[in-house]
T-cell receptor, first 113, second 108 residues
């Protein structure tokens, strides 16, 4: 059973703060993703990574960066949080080959005040 | 470009009634299509995929390449089906593209 763990479920940060969202998976999957989930907009891809130290921009990368130093860990960084980044953030993983299923974490609800 | 649309933000049906959640996609090749579901206070999880041609929890979905659609259907809705449903496409590369979602509310 795939386990995708997002360490912070609920966070409240101030405008301008640097925010780290951590995600760890235990299935040795190559691909990891960060999505943002907003009502009416669905899931929008921020960044994904297909290997250690490799990353690709998604549809809405502005204001975000990522880090993947180890295969099992994928971090999302908000360099200077803004109120329009208040959202639910979902981490996900998938295999490269035969990877027809994407597995999600429980989500991190970030409020920026 | 890869794109998934779900025209209904909210769909309300009575228990026992048939339900159809619409999904259309744009993709120039042969995509893989999925339906994901998120029940209240649970993580997003796979419901079914077109390649498996399976029925899960009474739901089925048929890929219609001519209409570029992948509608989700169930003949008799149950209250426990109330959830958020996302249609998704896996196309170029390893990326998954999700639609905006449809909230299904099954009324008693």
């Amino acid at each position: 059973d795939v386990k995708v763990t997002q360490s912070s479920r609920y966070l409240v940060k101030r405008t301008g703060e640097k925010v780290f969202l951590e995600c760890v998976q235990d299935m040795d999957h190559e691909n990891m993703f960060w999505y943002r989930q907003d009502p009416g907009l669905g899931l929008r891809l921020i960044y994904f990574s297909y290997d250690v130290k490799m990353k690709e921009k998604g549809d809405i990368p502005e204001g975000y960066s990522v880090s993947r130093e180890k295969k099992e860990r994928f971090s999302l960084i908000l360099e200077s949080a803004s109120t329009n980044q208040t959202s639910m953030y979902l981490c996900a993983t998938a295999e490269v080959w035969g990877g027809n299923t994407i597995y999600f974490g429980e989500g991190s609800w970030l409020t920026v005040v | 470009a890869q794109r998934v649309t779900q025209p209904e933000k909210l769909l309300s049906v009575f228990k026992g009634a048939p339900v159809e959640l619409k999904c259309n996609y744009s993709y120039s090749g042969s995509p893989e299509l999925f339906w994901y579901v998120q029940y209240s206070r649970q993580r997003l999880q796979l419901l079914l995929r077109h390649i498996s041609r399976e029925s899960i929890k009474g739901f089925t979905a048929d890929l219609n390449k001519g209409e570029t659609s992948f509608h989700l259907k169930k003949p008799f809705a149950q209250e426990e089906d109330s959830a958020m449903y996302y249609c998704a496409l896996k196309g170029y590369g390893q990326n998954f593209v999700f639609g905006p979602g449809t909230r299904l509310s099954v009324l008693p």
